[in-house]
């Protein structure tokens, strides 16, 4: 089992950058791909970004390809976002999610764990 702690959200201008962490718990984070997804009030959990387990392969939702960036630390058991050019239209809740495969996934419902989300707010 793993525990998922996502922190670094905030509120940023349009334009402006971001960098979200989400600190893993236990000693397998490796065994993990890992994936970020948001939601916004009134819509669906939508998938942003995944990273495989090594690191080496990384996926992005169309709307954030170009200005996110994932990334991990398995050394540090972090994941890690690096949004950049931020919009009005990225304010969600993000959550970072963990499945225990050596597949990525961008759907949400095949993520066996998940953080408790951090808000990211995109003033125009």
């Known amino acids: 089992q793993v525990q998922l702690v996502e922190s670094g959200g905030g509120l940023v201008q349009a334009g402006g950058s971001l960098r979200l962490s989400c600190a893993a718990s236990?000693?397998?984070?490796?065994?993990?791909?890992m994936g970020w997804f948001r939601q916004a009030p009134g819509k669906e959990r939508e998938f942003v970004a995944a990273?495989?387990?090594?690191?080496?392969?990384?996926y992005y939702a169309d709307s954030v390809k170009g200005r996110f960036t994932i990334s991990r630390d398995n050394a540090k058991n972090t994941v890690y976002l690096q949004m950049n050019s931020l919009k009005p239209e990225d304010t969600a809740v993000y959550y970072c999610?963990?499945?225990?495969?050596?597949?990525?996934?961008?759907?949400?419902?095949?993520?066996?764990?998940w953080g408790q989300g951090t808000q990211v707010t995109v003033s125009s």
């Open positions: 990273i495989s387990r090594s690191g080496i392969s990384t």
């Open positions: 999610a963990a499945r225990r495969t050596i597949v990525t996934s961008a759907d949400h419902r095949e993520y066996d764990y």
């Open positions: 236990g000693r397998a984070f490796s065994n993990y791909a």
